[in-house]
């Protein structure tokens, strides 16, 4: 039983050989699964489509009074509306519509994280009562955003089921809501909310969830995370509103005109306003303002970088992890061979057949990396990030250098029995 | 051991010394890249309301490495801060990080409006000029490069408790206690949370920690098992056998000296901004004392204990 004997005076730098090969597999598992995060990463928030220049859009009735005598008109409503379909309508340009603001939720289930304002210089107002709700509410984090702003963020049900936009009608009894990530736990798909949607009493339906952190860029801010909001989707168009609701809609309109118009790098400001004054005559609106944001395509690039900038990172301290184990393991298995060089050469003089010292060898090889294999498998499965294609690109990994290691033992052996390689003793 | 085998301990001792020395650099750089991707705090910071100086009492007493925040009225982009301990370095592409002996000072992004006179560069905040240490971000076109960073005195709001963000590592819950923090939103994570990072960084860098002292412990080992054969001999020319410890442990360290040296030297030239001089050396010289130990150990322990050599 010459398999044994190979590991006696072995056994510690085996043992070692062992650990190093699976650290740095469990390192490289690391980097390929961080390799895939940063890709999607990269594919959802940063692809070619969401390179584009933004523009912000808003009204310029800054003056309270001159505010509220405009929205008092429903006519002026309409154009609002109609001046929102066209600009919607025009291909040159995507109509980025969303404001977040607190909504007041009856009953709420949740903590105070999702409460509006939490995290910020501002005062949590907590649970109080609701006179239009009649009962108790807690104001909390909601955004509202139409379907080219959530295109355009890459946002998506995690579920991956399409969210029905065409649906979205704010007369109908309830209207569907994508809730942030992490209301995961506190409300389910189907629960019902009742809040209060600018001064109205609206009732919510929780139709999916948002992939956890979700992003998209809001007040300059291309890390704005909505995994503690509530998403409410915008009508596809409110220009035929009830006469009746013309308050609500009227700060609706307003609402979503408050946009980021995103067009392609490079496209010239001229085109911007002039697509804006065609979309303002034909609709009868003027009243907006224009400014141009760079802020986004220049945070976009710098995110990008910096993300890219830790994979390169990690790629270049692999790279050195890599090597300096190449370097410990041809040490270890040297000095391994060294040991068990001197029984192989008294057993060949012996007369013990050189296929069955092979044999021996070609075990040994083996054995050694079933441990290696064992301890992958259990380091691995206690990492967080658990991943499929990383598993199998390892297993590949470590079966090449496997069968690097055993054309290499037994050519030592060889060279050792054949008595040229009186170097490797 | 043979001018070969000390040789291959040397390119060992060297190798796992610069793996070292990398691990360190990668962990700076990584922490740096992440305060970047967030507005210059960790996902460890939080926010409370209290006066800077009652802060900075509290967290001095507690001993913890910590840098204190507060936005400085005017422009959102100029914070004020102070720095207690040794908090991790803050991504800087030229110059060098603030120090506690540093009266006024600012670090400032590259787009930042700097005066220049006479040779001094300098930050003017309310009529009070700063002189300009260091510049923000990894590289100069960075998210950080309207920021500025002020150092000074009179510059926390101590008239009445406010706002202002903590980032350190363990902040004894004593203080916390007393604070009733609030979590800072700026400190959700920023960019860092796009990726994985959080959980795959430390992974990488324990294996690396960890392959980095077993590769030290074997070469440890494979000198101790290289240099018997010469041992043994010199035991039996009648040497003691402290007599020939001392003399293969100097020989070894000897031999180390120059590739240390050399490392260090590169390292500090390279590493830029972002490394204190004092980390640098422990990284070069762990790896290299580990092996020097584990070798004395072993070596002492094959003379020792082989009484048949007499």
């Known amino acids: 039983m010459g398999l044994i004997e190979n590991f006696r005076g072995t056994l510690l730098s085996t043992v ?5 090969v699976a650290f740095l597999g469990v390192t490289a598992y690391n980097l390929v699964s961080f390799t895939q995060s940063t890709r999607d990463a990269v594919n959802r928030s940063f692809s070619d489509s969401a390179a584009a220049d933004l523009y ?12 509220e005598q405009y929205r008092s008109s429903s006519d002026n409503i309409r154009k609002i509306a109609r001046f929102y379909d066209n600009l919607q309508s025009d291909r040159s340009l995507e109509v980025l519509s969303a404001f977040d603001q607190n909504l007041p939720i009856v009953n709420f289930e949740g903590g105070e994280t999702f409460e509006y304002g939490y995290g910020t210089e501002m005062a949590l107002q907590g649970p109080h009562l609701d006179e239009s709700l009649g009962g108790v509410a807690v104001n909390v984090k909601s955004m509202q955003m139409n379907q080219a702003a959530f295109e355009f963020y890459n946002l998506t049900d995690a579920a991956g089921k399409a969210f029905d936009w065409e649906s979205i009608d704010y007369s109908n009894p309830s209207t569907p809501v994508l809730l942030g990530s992490n209301y995961r736990g506190v409300y389910e798909i189907g629960d019902r909310l009742t809040g209060n949607l600018y001064s109205r009493v609206a009732r919510f339906e929780v139709v999916g969830f948002l992939e956890p952190n979700s992003s998209m860029f809001y007040q300059n801010d291309l890390n704005f995370y909505l995994d503690d909001y509530v998403l409410i989707p915008y009508p596809q168009s409110i220009e035929h509103f009830p006469e009746t609701e013309a308050y609500f809609y009227g700060i609706l309109a307003f609402a979503m005109i408050n946009a980021n118009v995103a067009v392609d790098t490079g ?3 001229d085109v911007v306003l002039s ?7 034909q609709s009868g609106f003027d009243a907006y303002a224009l400014i141009n944001v760079p802020s986004y ?30 370097v410990a393991i041809v040490a270890l298995t040297r000095f391994n061979h060294r040991r068990r060089s001197q029984r192989v050469r008294a057993l060949w003089m012996l007369g013990r057949r050189g296929s069955a010292l092979s044999g021996t060898a070609l075990a040994t090889t083996v054995i050694e990396y079933a441990a290696i294999a064992v301890a992958l498998v259990f380091l691995i499965q206690r990492l967080p990030n658990q991943d499929s294609t990383s598993g199998l690109l390892i297993t590949a990994g470590v079966f090449v250098l496997f069968l690097l290691d055993a054309i290499w033992q037994q050519r030592l052996v060889k060279t050792t029995i054949l008595g040229t390689g009186g170097k490797t003793a | 051991m043979n001018a070969r ?7 060992l001792v060297t190798l796992f010394s610069i793996l070292s020395v990398a691990l360190g650099l990668y962990d700076q750089t990584q922490r740096a890249l992440s305060l970047e991707g967030n507005n210059l705090y960790s996902s460890r910071s ?3 309301s209290t006066t800077g100086a009652e802060l900075e009492s509290l967290l001095a007493r507690s001993g913890t490495s910590a840098r204190i925040f507060q936005e400085l009225p005017g422009d959102t982009s100029v914070r004020t801060v102070i720095e207690t301990g040794h908090p991790d370095p803050l991504p800087l592409h030229s110059g060098r990080q603030l120090q506690a002996g540093d009266v006024r000072a600012a670090l400032v992004g590259a787009d930042v409006k700097v005066n220049q006179d006479q040779g001094v560069t300098t930050y003017e905040f309310q009529g009070i000029l ?5 510049y923000l971000g990894l590289h100069a076109n960075s998210l950080v490069s309207r920021t500025v960073l002020l150092q000074g005195p009179g510059l926390f709001d101590d008239t009445a408790a406010s706002r202002m963000i903590v980032d350190g590592s363990n902040i004894d819950d004593a203080v916390l206690e007393r604070l009733e923090p609030a979590p800072a939103a700026a400190a959700g994570g920023g960019t860092d949370r796009r990726t994985n990072i959080d959980f795959v960084s430390p992974v990488l860098l324990r294996f690396g920690w960890i392959l980095t002292v077993l590769g030290a412990i074997a070469t440890g080992l494979l000198a101790a098992s290289q240099s018997r054969r010469l041992n043994v001999v010199l035991f039996q020319l009648g040497a003691r056998r402290l007599h020939i410890l001392i003399r293969s442990v100097v020989r070894l360290l000897l031999w180390m000296t120059l590739p240390l040296l050399l490392i260090f030297g590169t390292a500090t030239v390279l590493s830029g901004p972002m490394q204190s001089t004092g980390a640098l050396l422990l990284n070069t010289l762990a790896p290299a004392t580990l092996i020097a130990g584990v070798f004395t150990v072993a070596s002492a322990w094959l003379l020792w204990k082989r009484h048949s050599w007499g």
């Open chain 1, 16 to 20: 070692t050989k062992v650990l190093i």
């Open chain 1, 56 to 67: 912000g859009l808003s009204d310029h009735l800054t003056d309270p009074d001159a505010f």
């Open chain 1, 267 to 269: 496209t010239s400001p």
């Open chain 1, 275 to 281: 697509t804006l004054a065609t979309a303002g005559n």
């Open chain 1, 297 to 326: 395509i220049t945070q976009f690039a710098l995110v990008r970088n910096l993300i890219l900038d830790n994979l390169g990172l990690l790629v270049t301290i692999e790279i050195a992890l890599i090597i300096g184990s190449i």
């Open chain 2, 5 to 11: 085998s000390l040789l291959f301990i040397v390119l």
């Open chain 2, 46 to 48: 939080i926010s409370v």
């Open chain 2, 130 to 134: 700063y002189p300009v240490v260091g």
